[in-house]
C-alpha cells in the first residue's frame, strides 16, 4: 500500500521544497512545519525532486529499487519534491492504515470545535425527491461555509486572497440562506480595509470594490432589518465620496469622460480598460450610500443620489457612442472595445445591481448577443484570461 505525498491540490501547485521522514518513520515533515503522520512505521520510503523526476517512476523500475540507497529527506529549489511511504500487505491478511493531516495553520485553529450541524445552524434547507438537485444544494451551502471562515475567500485551500468582488458574491448567497452571522462577521472587516481617503482596497486598481463594499452593507441592512454599525456608517460615507473624488473629469469629448480610470478590475473581461462594469457597481454603491442615510440628514443623502445621478448621465452618454459605432444598443465591456465576450460584464446593469428595467433594450441587446456569440453546448465561454465554459458567468 502506498501513500503519495505530491506538490498539487485542488486549486493548483502548493509547493513542496524540503521533506523529511521522522526517525520512527511515522510522519513526514513538509516545508519545515507542516505534518503528514501515520499510524504505523513506514516500511520502505522513496522520494525524489524535479530534477530526477516523479517518485511515480521511479516505483515502476523495481530493480532500480531494490538498489538505491533509501532516502529518508530531501530538497527542492524548484518546490516539486515527490514522495512516498510504502506499507507491506502480507497475502491474505488485513491491515489498516490510518494518515492524518493536522489542520493548524490560519483561520482553521479558530472553528476546529465546530461541527456541521453548528455551522449549518438557521441555514435555509431544501427537501426536494430529485437527489441530483438535492446533492448539488447541500454542497453548496458547504462551499459557501468552507468559502467564509472568517474573511471571505474565493478559495478554501491555498487560494486564500481576500478581493472585495468575490467577498461580495459570497456574503450576499450567505444572506439568502439566512447565515446572517456569518455574513455579518465577514462584513465587520471591511472597514479595516478601507484606506485613509475611503479606498476599499484589496487589489490595487481594483476601481468595483467601492460600489460593491456599499451596495453588499446596503443589502446585509435590508435583508436584516438593522441599521449600520457606527464603525460601517463612518466607512460607507468615505467609501461613497471616494467615488466621486475617483472618477475622470466630464470636461472632455472622450468617450470615457466622467467614467471611472481605467483597471484591472474584473480581470475576466480582459486587458486593463474603462469597464462599464466599474460605473454600475459605483453608481449601485452611490444608491446604496444614500438609502443607508439618518433620513434627518438629507444634506448627504442628496450629495449620494447627485453623484449618482452624475455618473448615470456619463455612462448612458458614452453607451449612446458606442451604439453609434457599433450600429447596435448592445453594451460592450468598455467604451472602446468591440462586442466580444468580456460585454458579460455589462449585464451587471440588469442583474443584480436592477440599474435598469428588465426589458431595457440595451440589456436585451447584450443578452442577445451573448446567447447568439458566446455559448458553447449552453454554457457562457470565456475565451480570455480566465477561458473556459464557466458556471459562475452562465
Request: net charge neutral.
Amino acid at each position: 500500500m502506498v501513500v503519495a505525498l505530491r506538490p498539487y491540490n485542488p486549486e493548483g501547485i502548493s509547493f513542496i521544497h524540503q521533506l523529511e521522514l521522522t526517525a520512527k518513520r511515522r510522519a513526514w515533515t513538509i516545508n519545515g512545519h507542516h505534518s503528514v503522520r501515520f499510524n504505523k512505521s513506514a516500511d520502505r520510503h522513496h522520494v525524489s525532486n524535479y530534477h530526477h523526476g516523479d517518485v511515480a517512476t521511479l516505483l515502476k523500475e523495481r530493480p532500480y529499487l531494490q538498489e538505491v540507497q533509501e532516502e529518508t529527506k530531501r530538497q527542492c529549489d524548484v518546490g516539486m519534491i515527490t514522495a512516498t511511504a510504502l506499507f507491506r500487505i502480507n497475502p491474505r491478511q488485513s491491515r489498516e492504515l490510518i494518515v492524518t493531516i493536522p489542520l493548524t495553520n490560519g483561520d482553521s485553529t479558530l472553528h476546529n470545535d465546530i461541527s456541521w450541524q453548528q455551522a449549518l445552524t438557521g441555514c435555509c434547507q431544501l427537501d426536494v425527491p430529485d437527489k441530483k438537485v438535492q446533492f448539488l444544494y447541500d454542497v453548496a451551502i458547504r462551499t459557501l461555509i468552507l468559502h467564509s471562515p472568517t474573511d471571505v475567500y474565493p478559495g478554501p485551500y491555498t487560494y486564500k486572497r481576500f478581493w472585495f468582488r468575490d467577498a461580495t458574491f459570497i456574503i450576499h448567497a450567505l444572506l439568502c440562506i439566512g447565515l446572517n452571522d456569518r455574513a455579518e462577521r465577514a462584513l465587520d472587516r471591511f472597514p479595516v480595509r478601507q484606506t485613509a481617503r475611503g479606498y476599499f482596497h484589496s487589489q490595487d486598481g481594483e476601481w468595483d470594490a467601492n460600489g460593491q463594499a456599499l451596495w453588499i452593507m446596503e443589502r446585509f441592512c435590508r435583508m436584516t432589518n438593522q441599521k449600520p454599525k457606527a464603525t460601517w456608517w463612518k466607512a460607507i460615507q468615505r467609501g461613497a465620496r471616494w467615488i466621486g473624488k475617483k472618477r475622470l473629469s466630464l470636461a472632455s469629448d472622450l468617450p470615457h469622460a466622467g467614467l471611472l480610470p481605467a483597471g484591472f478590475s474584473a480581470e475576466h473581461l480582459g486587458p486593463n480598460d474603462y469597464y462599464y462594469w466599474d460605473d454600475f457597481w459605483s453608481i449601485a454603491g452611490l444608491h446604496a450610500a444614500a438609502s443607508l442615510c439618518p433620513s434627518s440628514n438629507k444634506i448627504l443623502r442628496k450629495e449620494f443620489i447627485d453623484e449618482a445621478d452624475s455618473l448615470q448621465t456619463a455612462v448612458d452618454l458614452s453607451l449612446t457612442c458606442c451604439a453609434k459605432r457599433l450600429g447596435r444598443v448592445a453594451m460592450p465591456a468598455a467604451p472602446t472595445r468591440r462586442l466580444d465576450a468580456g460585454t458579460i460584464g455589462s449585464l451587471a446593469m440588469g442583474y443584480p445591481l436592477q440599474l435598469c428595467p428588465a426589458d431595457d433594450p440595451r440589456l436585451i441587446d447584450t443578452a442577445d448577443f451573448l446567447l447568439d456569440n458566446c455559448l458553447v453546448h449552453g454554457g457562457f465561454f470565456q475565451d480570455m484570461i480566465h477561458s473556459d465554459i464557466n458556471p459562475y458567468l452562465t
